[in-house]
């Protein structure tokens, strides 16, 4: 037969088109050299069993394609499996070897998973021990375990169960899409603060174990939690009626701030002073609150006659004796007369400096409630007329009896020395006047006050004596009138 030159041509194009096609074919897909050992070395993986386990199976080292099964073996009631790895490949040697699945039909294959990746590298020849391997459970074992665990639920409550959760999760798409995200961003998260987590893990328990020492007092909280919510509970129509009308109320409030709020600041103020003082004299308070129930019962015994009656008045169970000046007046520590100012009198003229009070001993029978004698509430067991005399060290004197009244009980007018406080030591002596002092000038006189006996005109005058004014006796011989009584005795 003769041929063309075009022919020979054409034979010649198709002699190299199918020549590289079988290459790639044996090079690229079939992979011939791996078949015939070139480029690879033999390691041996011992397995519990073979799990499905086939010849030309993959290998994969960090999830990359390394090698091929070329052979699963019996050897003694284990499995082998001879992986063909290729050469130009470092696998560390300290390694678990897994059995996989593609998915859930077959398609097994063994990950090499490292342990220490700076170990020695495998080489020809070597074992991996069956310490070091695992294969996944059986599927069928797995199917049956499952098809167990469905046909011990009854059918009538599966179908409720689907039901109940297509209508609790029916429509609610975006949110669990949203709720994914954001669980896995706190995973996210987590992973980047894996040192502050671990350290919160590790050193957890001592927090722990408070919790479990406090155990009755979290008890007792939780008590008293169920308390309140079940009172909540009870008085739930009430509460409503507060979180309604609550918000009314407060703008009313607010509005009566608004409006107090020039003269608000002031009386909180002064309130401050009085509380203060309510806390200086709690204990006084707390008697006083004690003693109101009996005072009350006394005050209203007096109308039990006219009780429960129709009657006219009967009267009440009250004496009105008034024993005036049994005791007698306090004068001493007071103003003398012509020196006090008139009721009529508010303003004008100024009040004396210093304290005025009955200045007579603690003891005696003149007022005997008196400023004196009044409770030091931070000194138990002291009297005194002041709060600064309370709150100090200085001790209460009086200036006398009370019986010895000279018409100027503070020695403002005639001089006389008026006895200081003492602070719990003597008094020390007056210092005695400087050489060359002018002396003290005369003391104005002074109008004398007192006391007389009607029916014989006698009374004690200003030095102590005794003197008699006939005229003003009971049964004095001349008429008297308010001009006579001015008249000197003798005159």
Same mark, same amino acid.
């Given at each position: 037969m003769h041929l063309t030159r075009r022919i020979w041509i054409q034979l010649a194009i198709f002699v190299v088109v199918s020549l590289v096609a079988i290459s790639v074919m044996a090079f690229g897909y079939v992979?011939?050299?791996?078949?015939?050992g070139v480029g690879t070395y033999q390691v041996t993986v011992e397995l519990p069993e073979a799990g499905g386990l086939y010849e030309r199976a993959n290998v994969t080292y960090r999830g990359t394609e390394v090698g091929q %099964?070329?052979?699963?073996?019996?050897?003694?009631?284990?499995?082998?499996a001879v992986l063909a790895l290729t050469s130009s490949i470092d696998i560390p040697s300290d390694l678990d070897a897994e059995v996989h699945s593609v998915s859930a039909v077959g398609e097994q294959y063994i990950a090499l998973l490292p342990r220490d990746g700076s170990s020695a590298p495998l080489k020809n020849g070597d074992v991996i021990t069956r310490d070091r391997s695992s294969v996944p459970p059986d599927i069928n074992e797995l199917l049956n375990a499952t098809n167990r665990g469905l046909e011990a639920i009854p059918g009538d409550n599966l179908t409720t169960t689907v039901d109940e959760a297509y %209508?609790?999760?029916g429509g609610l798409g975006p949110e669990l899409s949203r709720f994914i995200k954001g669980s896995t961003a706190l995973a996210i998260d987590a992973r980047a603060n894996l040192d502050e987590l671990t350290n919160v893990v590790d050193n957890v328990g001592p927090l722990l174990e408070t919790q479990t020492d406090t155990s009755d007092s979290v008890q007792a909280w939780a008590a008293n939690l169920a308390e309140v919510t079940q009172q909540l509970r009870d008085n739930d129509a009430a509460v409503r009626g507060v979180l309604e009308d609550g918000a009314p109320a407060t703008e009313e409030v607010r509005a009566l701030f608004d409006r107090l709020q020039p003269t608000l600041p002031v009386i909180l103020s002064n309130l401050v002073a009085v509380g203060e003082v309510a806390v200086a004299y709690q204990p006084a308070i707390e008697q006083l609150l004690v003693l109101l129930p009996t005072g009350t019962e006394a005050i209203q015994a007096v109308s039990v006659a006219n009780r429960n009656t129709k009657q006219d008045y009967k009267g009440a169970f009250l004496s009105f004796n008034l024993n005036l000046n049994l005791p007698s007046v306090c004068n001493t520590g007071f103003l003398p007369p012509q020196q006090q100012r008139a009721a009529a009198f508010e303003d004008y003229p100024d009040a004396p400096p210093g304290d005025i009070y009955c200045r007579v001993p603690q003891d005696s029978t003149l007022n005997v409630r008196g400023a004196r004698n009044v409770p030091c509430l931070t000194r138990p067991g002291k009297r005194a007329p002041t709060a600064a005399m309370?709150?100090?060290?200085?001790v209460y004197v009086p200036l006398n009896d009370g019986f010895n009244w000279k018409g100027d009980p503070n020695a403002t007018v005639t001089g006389q020395a008026v006895p200081q406080p003492r602070t719990g030591t003597s008094p020390s002596a007056?210092?005695?006047?400087a050489a060359g002092a002018a002396p003290p000038a005369a003391?104005?006189?002074?109008?004398a006050v007192a006391k007389y006996d009607p029916a014989t005109g006698t009374y004690i005058g200003p030095d102590g004596k005794v003197y008699t004014q006939s005229n003003l006796a009971t049964d004095a011989s001349k008429e008297?009138?308010?001009e006579s009584m001015l008249i000197p005795p003798g005159s």
């Open positions: 992979k011939l050299p791996r078949l015939l %099964v070329k052979a699963v073996t019996l050897n003694d009631g284990e499995v082998d %209508v609790a999760l309370c709150e100090s060290d200085e007056e210092a005695p006047a003391p104005p006189p002074d109008i008297q009138t308010w």
